[in-house]
């Protein structure tokens, strides 16, 4: 069953790293897989996204469908639905919307083979 929240302002946005860590000499975590969990009075809601930009700043109004996990625990935003207005009332777009597969390669020591075995 999907639920909505209509035009309503957040009081916290933080983002949490969910993909694998890469260093920045090897690209990087900019366009890594993040948590998004923005607090809505006394409830908290996520979803995950590329990036840790917002996707929603201090001031903004923001409206979604949200619906519950299978265990019933955590209400998981549809990012598709997810919509924001700025202080003036316009309608913003933020954050990346795009898609691309998890990492699956673990970030290697930055020493030789031979130094790792000591």
Known sequence: MTERVEKCAF?????????????????GNTKAWHQHVIKVGDEN???LALGAAKW??????????WEW??????????????RAWNKKGESV??????????RTADTRLPASRREQRD
């Open 11 to 27: 009081e916290t946005y933080q983002a949490f790293l969910k993909d694998k860590y890469r260093p920045p000499s090897k690209g």
């Open 45 to 47: 809601y996520s979803f």
């Open 56 to 65: 929603a700043y201090a001031g903004d109004l923001i409206s979604f469908e």
């Open 69 to 82: 996990d299978q265990s019933q625990k955590y209400r998981n935003i549809t990012t598709e639905t997810f």
């Open 93 to 102: 777009v933020r954050g990346n919307r795009g898609s691309k597969p998890w």
